[in-house]
T-cell receptor, first 114, second 113 residues
Framework: AQSVTQLGSHVSVSEGALVLLRCNYS??????LFWYVQYPNQGLQLLLK??????LVKGINGFEAEFKKSETSFHLTKPSAHMSDAAEYFC????????????FGTGTRLKVLA | SQTIHQWPATLVQPVGSPLSLECTVE??????LYWYRQAAGRGLQLLFY??????ISSEVPQNLSASRPQDRQFILSSKKLLLSDSGFYLC????????????FGEGSRLTVL
């Protein structure tokens, strides 16, 4: 069965510092991987996704993630944190094309310190 | 462009009362539809998904039910709410013909007292 593990339910960084949010997955088939962001009392918004091809994926708001099959990881990074990045971030894995099951991690709340 | 709306945004209900949350999608046909529940510190729990009208799959046995009376309408219901039904409910859709992402509604916060 597929699963997603996000290490660290809370992460704090200083403004301007590197953001690194960790995500590991388990899947018996090549996965589709996603990162979503959620601001308070709102729905989830897609940051980026990996389906096939280039393993380094760039998303919105300066975020990027790298799919590492050997490590079963899909960590999210941003070179320089901004106050507006404070939110909760979810990693998710989906199965093959046309799937209707997406498995989400438990989320990482990012706090940005001035 | 496609849009998704769910309502009401906020709901406070007594224990034992009924529930109806509604979600509609515009700008697409035959979407896959989903209801998730988000409890504090527990991530997103898939409750129901639907691949077509009248086709509902339940992921977790519970006090809730879902219906899809029209192609782009998805309803979450309960006959008698429990305290444990409190949470943030999210409707989402995905294109049935691609490996694309989920698109989420704005969410409905339910508090059962």
């Amino acid at each position: 069965a597929q699963s997603v593990t996000q290490l660290g339910s809370h992460v704090s960084v200083s403004e301007g510092a590197l953001v690194l949010l960790r995500c590991n997955y388990s899947s018996s088939v090549p996965p589709y991987l996603f990162w979503y962001v959620q601001y308070p009392n709102q729905g989830l918004q897609l940051l980026l996704k990996y389906t096939t091809g280039a393993t380094l994926v760039k998303g919105i708001n300066g975020f990027e993630a790298e799919f590492k099959k050997s490590e079963t990881s899909f960590h999210l990074t941003k070179p320089s944190a901004h106050m507006s990045d404070a939110a909760e971030y979810f990693c998710a894995v989906g199965k093959e094309r046309g799937t209707y099951k997406y498995i989400f991690g438990t989320g990482t709340r990012l706090k940005v310190l001035a | 462009s496609q849009t998704i709306h769910q309502w009401p945004a906020t709901l406070v209900q007594p224990v034992g009362s009924p529930l109806s949350l509604e979600c509609t999608v515009e700008g697409t046909s035959n979407p896959n539809l989903y209801w998730y529940r988000q409890a504090a510190g527990r991530g997103l729990q898939l409750l129901f998904y639907s691949v077509g009208i009248g086709q509902i799959s339940s992921e977790v046995p519970q006090n809730l039910s879902a219906s899809r009376p029209q192609d782009r309408q998805f309803i979450l219901s309960s006959k008698k709410l429990l305290l444990s039904d409190s949470g943030f409910y999210l409707c989402a859709w995905s294109a049935s013909t691609s490996s694309g992402e989920l698109f989420f509604g704005e969410g409905s916060r339910l508090t059962v007292l």
